[in-house]
């Protein structure tokens, strides 16, 4: 069973549309994160979520907006998409993010959305 | 600011001993991790260090001195396999994960 997953994994669109990534975890973790990795492969975190507090990183422009159905599901919508968010873009989770047991702040990762702006 | 240095590129041998150094400089520190991310692949956890020393894992091996703000990942007897980026994460003052950009490492024969 895959314990992070999303949909699609190849996602090719135009400048101008709007599209949405799902993520879905079936670890019973309470946090759940968006990361965008450029072509440098750097990671840069876009928002951590639980079912207390959204995260946003300021850097993130609001076209991005993280929608979260339930506990278990994180989905990403971008909306008027251009060139440079051409990235592939990975969900995590993590079990505890609340500071009580920072060990279980592992993240585990989804196997990532390759997006593609033409 | 915070900030998270690691060599861009190692090369080692097959069969070979390599360490991947990172440095720190965070607001706060809750831990270390080490991810390894093989090409097109997500990343995947190797590791977590708290307190200082040496946790040994199989071929694997993670170090912290949380005075030098500085870890180390050692990998013994490499394999092919072993070529891929490790990417070095702190856990922050606010439980933030702060990442570096990664050491891709290239094992030749």
């Known amino acids: 069973d895959t314990a992070v997953s999303q949909t699609p994994k190849y996602l090719v669109t135009q400048m101008g549309n709007d599209k949405s990534i799902k993520c879905e975890q079936n670890?019973?973790?309470?946090?759940m994160y968006w990361y965008k990795q450029d072509s440098k492969k750097f990671l840069k975190i876009m928002f951590s979520y639980n079912n207390k507090e959204l995260i946003i990183n300021e850097t993130v422009p609001n076209r991005f907006s993280p929608k979260s159905p339930d506990k278990a599901h994180l989905n990403l919508h971008i909306n008027s998409l251009e060139l440079g968010d051409s990235a592939v873009y990975f969900c995590a989770s993590s079990q505890d993010n609340n500071g009580l047991a920072a060990s279980t702040d592992t993240q585990y990762f989804g196997p990532g959305t390759r997006l593609t702006v033409l | 600011g915070q900030n998270i240095d690691q060599p861009t590129e190692m090369t080692a041998t097959e069969g070979a001993i390599v360490q991947i150094n990172c440095t720190y400089q965070?607001?706060?520190?809750?831990?270390l991790f080490w991810y390894q991310q093989h090409a097109g692949e997500a990343p995947t956890f190797l590791s977590y260090n708290v307190l200082d020393g040496l946790e040994e894992k199989g071929r694997f091996s993670s170090f912290l001195s949380r005075s030098k703000g500085y870890s180390y990942l050692l990998l013994k007897e490499l394999q092919m396999k072993d070529s891929a980026s490790y990417l070095c994460?702190?856990?922050?003052?606010?439980?933030?994960?702060?990442w570096g950009a990664g050491t891709k490492l290239i094992i030749k024969p």
């Open positions: 994460a702190v856990l922050d003052s606010n439980y933030q994960l702060i």
């Open positions: 965070t607001s706060g520190f809750n831990g």
């Open positions: 670890l019973g973790h309470d946090t």
